[in-house]
């Protein structure tokens, strides 16, 4: 493919949109790499203020000190490696080289987000041309949704999955460009890989992207030579299912049964967990406020009510994208209403797994739509140019929307700094959430606030009598207070309603090792091994029984 159009072209918006922006060769993207540097500096600075308040941000008790600070396999680089994981060996290679601190992460967090924003510009800059491109890297740097994946240290797997992806689809974008095909093995190369070392079922979406961008941006046609281009995803995708997605469907839908308590039996009907999930992902791209990490528990007054809502929000949606496609084939001069159309289905598209019929993932959550973001980017940038070219106003539109996502993302990375702020402010977003109840306690019990604690805790169980880590967590805080039988009482109940946690089994056994019951301490200890086998501190109270056995004694300094 050869051009003699300039590398920074000035073409309008639909000619762009209607010719394809032409990217020649590497030497091409060499150049447009280097003269825009100093926009790269710009987008890096701009993220920098937005999020530098976040640096200082803690480990959090959502997810970050069970399954960082307190998971061994971090502390063990060795096995971490033997995982050929991801998302394992990270968090052993940052432990390895600075200690258990949350610094590192935030840094790296905040770097792959200029990163992921550099690519978002190449991506969109070699279909659109660079008008485009640069509103969409900003609208994708400062999107208030986005802070999430980038606040918090255990979600910095959407960061990875988000790099991943971009680097797939601008690498195959770059191969419809310059017909090069190393970009296209390259492309493929990457999803192998991802497939290997990121194994999360969410890259499998990444091929649908890529076909549709392939059939919907560059061909008006199906051309049967041109899809096998498509088999070198497809191919690893297909083995990878059949031989690790399989096993992995039911360890999760285990997972979320004896971890989260989700009964896939009394779960919302599946139709109305789609459309919530249809109206939640528009909410929260366009109307960007009320920014949780639970969006749970919505108080219905009437399901009959908010399934009509909820259908209709998704009929509009729908019918908007339906309408743009048919619109844009028949008149070739409104190319940007396909644009649009194929945007609005890549963002549902990259959120795929959370329409499964089985529950396996939240039905939504901020951090699964960072990799869609650049696509709502990109309708966004559409919209302003098209504004611009007729009321000459994108300069104050373009500011006015930087000002509020920024304002917003500023207020939360506050919110993000540590457990007592990020629980206070979900409750009040999520007031119905048993989970963030349950946090508060946890937050409250750890400032020996006894009473707000235990009030919270019940809170959670009156909006969730199911919740055994509620009951667990009452238990703790009565054993903190010195209320040993009561506590006992509590841990029990914990174990009748959730037989595997294993941390009730820990501290039944602490109890008894304390009153010199040690054969039944030992047998407490023995069970929350058989469930957690990685669960150092059963290990050390089983060590201390031995002594206590082999030497005779009364008693050992008591585990905790």
Not at 23 to 42: A, Q
Not at 179 to 193: P, Q, W
Request: some cysteine; proline content about 4%; hydrophobic content about 50%.
């Amino acid at each position: 493919m050869t051009s003699n159009k300039p590398i920074l072209s000035q073409n309008t918006l639909d000619e762009q949109l209607q010719s394809g922006f032409k990217v020649n060769n590497l030497k091409d993207i060499k150049v447009v790499l280097m003269s825009n540097i100093p926009l790269f500096v710009l987008l890096a600075v701009f993220i920098i203020v937005l999020y530098g308040n976040g640096l200082g941000g803690q480990f959090l008790t959502a997810d970050d000190i069970p399954g960082i600070v307190n998971n061994p396999r971090v502390q063990d680089l060795q096995a971490s490696l033997k995982t050929w994981e991801l998302e394992a060996i990270y968090p052993a290679v940052l432990f390895k080289l600075f200690g258990m601190t949350p610094i590192p992460y935030h840094i790296i967090s905040l770097i792959l987000h200029i990163i992921n924003t550099i690519l978002v510009f190449v991506f969109v800059f070699t279909l659109f041309g660079k008008k485009t491109a640069t509103i969409s890297s900003f609208i994708f740097a400062a999107h208030p949704v986005n802070s999430e994946a980038v606040l918090w240290v255990s979600a910095y797997g959407y960061l990875f999955l988000a790099l991943i992806t971009f680097l797939i689809i601008t690498s195959y974008t770059l191969y419809k460009r310059t017909t090069d095909i190393r970009y296209l093995y390259f492309s493929a190369g990457v999803f192998a890989a991802s497939l290997v070392f990121y194994r999360k079922p969410w890259v499998l979406v990444v091929p649908i992207m890529v076909f549709l961008i392939d059939r919907l941006m560059f061909e008006d046609k199906l051309h049967l030579k041109k899809i096998k281009d498509h088999f070198l995803y497809w191919v690893p995708a297909v083995i990878y299912s059949a031989v690790w997605l399989v096993g992995q469907y039911a360890f999760r839908v285990t997972s979320l049964e004896t971890l989260y308590y989700m009964d896939q039996s009394t779960q919302t009907p599946y139709l109305n967990r789609v459309l919530y999930t249809f109206l939640m992902t528009a909410k929260l791209f366009i109307f960007p406020s009320a920014l949780t990490i639970y969006h749970e528990g919505e108080d219905v007054k009437s399901l009959a009510l908010f399934t009509i809502l909820t259908a209709i929000a998704t009929i509009l949606i729908g019918y908007v994208t339906i309408s743009f496609l048919i619109k844009s084939y028949k008149d070739k001069s409104k190319k940007y209403l396909r644009t649009i159309a194929i945007c609005i289905m890549m963002i549902y598209i990259s959120i795929l797994p959370s329409f499964s019929p089985k529950v396996l993932v939240w039905s939504s959550a901020e951090r699964y739509l960072y990799p869609a973001s650049v696509f709502f980017a990109v309708i966004v940038a559409i919209v302003l140019i098209k504004l611009d070219n007729k009321y000459k106003n994108l300069g104050v539109l373009l500011g006015i929307i930087l000002t509020l996502y920024s304002v917003k993302v500023i207020l939360r990375t506050n919110e993000w700094k540590n457990s007592k702020n990020l629980w206070i402010a979900t409750q009040k977003i999520s007031p119905y959430s048993y989970r963030v109840y349950n946090n508060l306690g946890d937050v409250y019990a750890q400032e020996k606030n006894y009473p707000e604690a235990i009030r919270n805790f019940q809170i959670s169980l009156k909006l969730s009598p199911g919740f055994a880590d509620a009951v667990h967590n009452l238990g703790y805080t009565y054993y903190e207070m010195g209320n040993i039988d009561l506590a006992k009482q509590y841990f029990v109940k914990s174990l009748d309603m959730n037989p595997l946690l294993f941390q009730s089994h820990y501290k039944l056994g602490v109890i008894e090792y304390q009153q010199m019951n040690f054969d039944v301490a030992h047998a407490h200890f023995v069970k929350a091994l058989e469930i957690n086998a990685e669960y150092e501190p059963a290990r050390y109270a089983i060590d201390l029984i031995n002594q206590v056995r082999l030497n005779n004694m009364k008693s050992l300094t008591a585990p905790k």
